[in-house]
């Protein structure tokens, strides 16, 4: 089918193109009859309007059975011209990819759409489209009239009909339809209608039917799986079949939502007691798979944390890679690397006029004198060159750093926290040490066995720290302290942080501290 391209002069349509938020297809099918699971098509007309202008093409295909006599005489298409004419099954793939993700416009939508679903059923292609009925957008915009069949729509707003009952020359009217709705009504009005009436493709087309529906209605994590079960994205919710559904019924504002959608071929879930439990097991999984689209959290390796020792006149920059920052003192802010802390030390300095210099994220002025560069245009009150004491500078430094102090983990060993389902009974436990999510058991009883079982971990992590460290230490949580506590590893593995380094998944993230957990009264 090859495309005749064909661009409007007319300012209303270059207007009505550049505005698209998203390619529409004005399909019209011919057909044998109008039973969809038993007629087959015999043409296809489209006209595609896209920001790169208009697009016609038509096909006539060999429907395998004859075309009744009342219904050549009324396409004028018969058995003679779709002799030798391609069949669906061969042109549904390049068709399907032509209308992939558009907006399906069609009078009587169901119709066309219906006939066009099952027949890339038989070819072996799940077919979803957003659909907009322009006789239900007819009625929308003109209430107060009867008829909206297509000779009625011609009369009324004096559409051109380029023929009549055939594929392409229908679906132009609705192009037609389309500009002329414009022309009457403003984009507002028009958008409100449109929006009100379309109808959203429940589920991406690659997945089977009733994927949503196997899901349950509880509190989880849900994985979405692409080609070669790639994993694309890891989420929770409280409702999976709610929360997973609202991925694909949206109207795809979100471009990530759009391209999980393109590239999704399978669902998988597992379903927890509660919210802390979901959110515990998606940073898991998010850390373990490291999802295409899920921003990724923080990369263990290169975890860090300033620690400003009383009496030091600078802070020291501390990795969790080499030290065990669950257990370190006067600990401010948790970052995903070392550039994010710079970036915060030096956000700070510039918001409370530190010197630069003196806390270390500076080369020292060579000239006692001169201070610092930030002390010549008067941004650092100047501990560099004398002009403030350094325990002055060092405790308005620490003033402002207060609120990103760490929380030490204020226990011996282990605890389990608690969490109920009150509706159906259900409890979880789920263990944590030194900010590192052991595990979770459905029973107070099963802590031992999680413990015994739990792989060696690199003490703090600085996701399941941003998760559970304020609600701990406020009392928020119930927890029980364990006997034991798995084994941990501070054993710095350099081939492995290098493995951890992905190309293209890596954003740029406002330097802040990834928590703020206040002055808690737990420092020991
Ligand atoms: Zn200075």
Request: hydrophobic share 45%.
């Amino acid at each position: 089918m090859p495309p005749l391209p064909f661009m409007q002069e007319d300012s209303l349509v270059d207007a009505l193109l550049a505005g698209l938020a998203r390619p529409i297809v004005f399909v019209d099918l011919e057909t044998t009859g109008s039973d969809a699971t038993a007629d087959r098509i015999t043409e296809i007309g489209v006209v595609e309007a896209s920001t790169a202008g208009i697009e016609r093409w038509s096909v006539l295909v060999d429907p395998g059975m004859p075309v009744p006599p009342f219904v050549a005489r009324l396409t004028g298409i018969d058995d003679a011209m779709l002799r030798g004419q391609p069949s669906f099954e061969s042109l549904a793939p390049a068709l399907a990819e032509r209308l992939h993700g558009k907006l399906f416009v069609a009078h009587n939508a169901r119709f066309d759409y219906g006939f066009l679903k099952n027949e890339f059923r038989r070819a072996g292609i799940a077919f979803r489209a957003d659909t907009l009925c322009t006789v239900r957008l007819s009625r929308a915009l003109f209430p107060s009239v009867e008829r909206h069949g297509l000779d009625a729509l011609i009369a009324r707003l004096n559409l051109a009909p380029q023929g009549r009952h055939r594929a392409l020359a229908d679906a132009d009217l609705l192009w037609q339809f389309w500009q002329k709705i414009h022309e009457l009504y403003s984009q507002e009005l028009v958008d409100a209608a449109v929006k009100a009436l379309v109808r959203r493709a429940s589920l991406p087309a690659a997945l089977p039917e009733g994927a949503l529906d196997a899901l349950p209605s509880s509190p989880g994590v849900y994985l979405f799986h692409g080609d070669d079960d790639v994993p694309l994205y890891v989420g929770k919710s409280i409702n999976l079949k709610q929360r997973v559904g609202a991925h694909f019924s949206g109207d795809h504002r979100l471009a990530k939502d759009l391209s999980i959608s393109q590239a999704i071929r399978r669902i998988d879930y597992r379903e927890t007691v509660g919210e802390l439990g979901a959110l515990l097991l998606e940073a898991k999984l998010v850390k373990e798979l490291q999802p295409v689209h899920n921003r990724l959290l923080k990369r263990a390796a290169a975890t860090c944390a300033w620690q400003w020792l009383p009496g030091a006149p600078a802070p020291t920059l501390l990795r969790a890679s080499k030290r065990d920052l669950s257990r370190e003192p006067h600990l401010f802010g948790v970052f995903s690397s070392r550039a994010k802390a710079h970036a915060f030390m030096r956000h700070l300095a510039d918001e409370h006029k530190l010197c630069p210099a003196t806390l270390g994220i500076e080369k020292a002025p060579p000239g006692k004198l001169r201070g610092c560069f930030g002390y010549q245009v008067r941004r650092c009150l100047g501990a560099c060159a004398g002009a403030e004491s350094l325990a002055d500078h060092a405790a308005r430094a620490l003033d402002a750093l207060e609120h990103t102090r760490v929380v030490r983990w204020p226990h011996e060993g282990s605890v389990a926290i608690a969490e109920y389902d009150a509706g159906t009974g259900g409890e979880a436990w789920h263990v944590i040490d030194r900010w590192c999510y052991v595990g979770t058991c459905g029973a107070r009883d099963g802590i031992a066995a999680v413990l015994a079982d739990a792989p060696e971990l690199r003490p703090f992590d600085a996701d399941v720290y941003a998760l559970i460290a304020r609600r701990i230490a406020s009392g928020e949580l119930e927890w029980i302290a364990c006997d034991a506590r798995p084994s941990f590893s501070l054993v710095v593995q350099e081939a492995a942080m290098v493995s951890e380094k992905r190309v293209g998944t890596r954003r740029r993230v406002p330097f802040k501290p990834v928590t703020n957990v206040g002055q808690l009264g737990l420092l020991g």
